[in-house]
């Protein structure tokens, strides 16, 4: 198959809200992140994925969509984003723009209009049962806490909510459904956008009378009609959401024909700081040797029949960090380390904002400090489950998605430069030393690594089509990896944690020139989060 723009390109997400205020209202805004176009095309990314700026009461911050065809007032203007557009465009830069297609906010006109009665010609675009107000359909759970179904008295029906009560479920089995949605994406597409990020695309095959959320079996046949019918008539970089995908539904996702997607964010790797069978709330600390498996699998799975996208961080996860880095005295040398080994790997890189900076987790000693419905929901939930506030707290703080949500830190000024109002979510008090200003002209810095990073992959073709060879798999520190592609070979050797492990004489890195680490020299060792990019045949350096 002929290369891909984005096989080669390196994306960055916004999550808009938390990004740059520009109106002093003390939430990010498109005017805003206009503003910060030249920072990020220093960085040296080919596309923005921008998480919801349509119209939305922002029960779920923008996921909760109530006109997929307009701009939230709070976020600007259609014109704001015609101008984002361009402007990005004039620096080589896609806008990727977030579609939640598995559901509406309750306040969509559509929705508003099904509600109104059983026979009202929106009414099935959701989807409904009969029943009585003692007990749901079934005990599907939504993701935001209690039961996936929300009782409407004045129908003597429930509606299906996998998410808040607030997101009502459209019924992808309806055909005028998937053609609204096909005449949106298009007219999106007409607009100049570079590609789109489908949340939770993999839920739209839903059977819920089965309890079938994920991987539905008409999926694949709704996902090829959508991509038929919209992005195959671009050439746009498509990212689905799909938490429940394994390595053969991803090859399926993004099989190099085109038939649906560019790629998808898997989470395999994700849940591995977690107890089997319970959710992200109950923590266990990371199976590193599990997190090498899961790596080489995709790896090796993916290789020429499909294609990854690699990532550590989004607005729903804490911050690599503070979660498997060292976000104390290692900070830096982690925050380097963690870059390096994503970014050697086959796949799409996506930066989330911060993480250029090693920007850290909070910590909320309440609940006072927290926004997210996910977070605030759990908290009730267990306390009403006893609970104790301790043990809630510590779990908010490790994998509560306000981590993610802080705002970006530009400089040691007040609010970090994200405002000159009163921010929504507090700054990280950290912003004085960890910053965008002292970093963006510092050689050593978090920022110049990634930058480094970017620009090595866009000279080097082995990082995008090469191979994948595990090293010393049985390592229980070190991971380590080798990639082949044409006359290019490439070598990644990470020390993933504090104590010194032996290096020298391990593997061959003959005729290999150190092209990045995060320490000066090349010691016999691998010092504490270490972490070294070999390249054999380099070019732009
Ligand atoms: O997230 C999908 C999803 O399942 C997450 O809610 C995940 O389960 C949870 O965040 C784990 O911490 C997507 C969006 O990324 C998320 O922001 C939305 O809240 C959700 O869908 C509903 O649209
Ligand atoms: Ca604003």
């Known amino acids: 198959m002929a290369e891909k723009w984005w096989q080669s390109a390196v994306a960055y997400q916004i999550y808009p809200r938390s990004f740059q205020d520009s109106n002093a209202d003390g939430i990010g805004d498109i005017a805003g992140i206009i503003s910060r176009l030249d920072y990020l095309e220093k960085l040296g990314i080919d596309a923005i994925w921008l998480s919801p700026v349509c119209r939305s009461p922002q029960d779920d911050f923008g996921y909760d969509i109530s006109d997929y065809q307009d701009i939230d007032p709070m976020f600007g203007t259609l014109n704001d984003m ?55 359909p079934n005990g599907l759970l939504a993701a935001f806490s209690g039961s996936a179904w929300e009782w409407v008295p004045e129908l003597k029906q429930w509606y299906l909510h996998q998410f808040s009560k607030k997101q009502p479920d459209l019924n992808w089995d309806n055909p005028a459904v998937r053609q609204e949605i096909y005449r949106m994406i298009r007219w999106w597409m007409d607009r100049g956008v570079g590609g789109f990020r489908l949340d939770v695309i993999d839920l739209v095959g839903k059977e819920p009378d089965r309890l079938i959320t994920g991987n539905g079996p008409k999926l694949h046949d709704y996902l090829h009609e959508l991509s038929k019918e919209t992005f195959q008539k671009g050439d746009l970089m498509v990212v689905g959401e799909t938490w429940s995908a394994s390595t053969e539904d991803a090859k399926i996702y993004s099989n190099p024909d085109g038939s649906e997607f560019s790629m998808v964010f898997q ?110 929901n759990m908290h009730a939930d267990r306390l009403s489950k006893g609970y104790s506030e301790e043990e809630i707290m510590k779990s908010i703080n490790a994998k509560g998605r306000d981590n993610a949500r802080t705002p970006m ?27 965008a200003a002292s970093q963006t002209d510092d050689e050593d810095s978090i920022f110049s690594c990634y930058r480094k990073l970017i620009a090595l992959r866009k000279t080097n ?60 020299g090349e010691s016999d060792t691998l010092r504490p989060y270490e972490a070294r990019l070999y390249i054999a045949n380099p070019r732009g350096f």
Request: glycine share 6%; hydrophobic share 40%.
């Open 409 to 435: 830190q530009w400089d040691s000024s007040e609010n970090a430069g994200f405002t000159l109002g009163t921010p929504w979510i507090e700054v990280n008090p950290n912003y004085k030393e960890i910053n």
């Open 461 to 520: 073709p082995v990082f995008a089509f090469g191979d994948f060879a595990i090293l010393l798999e049985d390592d229980p520190h070190v991971f380590t990896y080798k990639r082949q592609y044409k006359d290019q070979e490439m070598l990644v050797a990470v020390n993933f944690f504090s104590q010194e492990e032996p290096f020298f004489g391990r593997v061959d890195t003959s005729g290999m020139k150190l092209a990045l680490s995060n320490y000066k």
């Open 82 to 136: 015609d101008k984002l557009v361009a402007e990005s465009k004039n620096r080589g830069i896609a806008i990727v723009l977030d579609l939640v297609l598995n559901h509406t906010s309750d306040e969509h006109p559509w929705f508003i209009e099904a509600k109104k009665s059983r026979d009202n010609i929106y009414h099935d675009y959701y989807v409904w049962r009969d029943g009585d107000e003692s007990a749901p």
């Open 267 to 376: 989470f395999e790797h994700i849940m591995l700081d977690q107890l089997p069978g319970k959710d992200k709330w109950d923590l266990a600390p990371l199976d590193f040797m599990a997190l090498k498996k899961v790596f080489t699998h995709w790896q090796k799975e993916l290789h020429g029949v499909g294609w990854n996208s690699l990532f550590w961080n989004n607005h729903d996860l804490p911050r690599i960090v503070s979660r498997w880095g060292n976000d104390k005295e290692y900070r830096v040398q982690s925050a380097k380390m963690l870059a390096i080994l994503l970014h050697g790997l086959q796949g799409t890189p996506y930066i989330y904002q911060g993480e250029e900076l090693g920007m850290t987790n909070a910590t909320f000693s309440s609940t006072e400090g927290l926004r997210d419905i996910e977070s605030l």
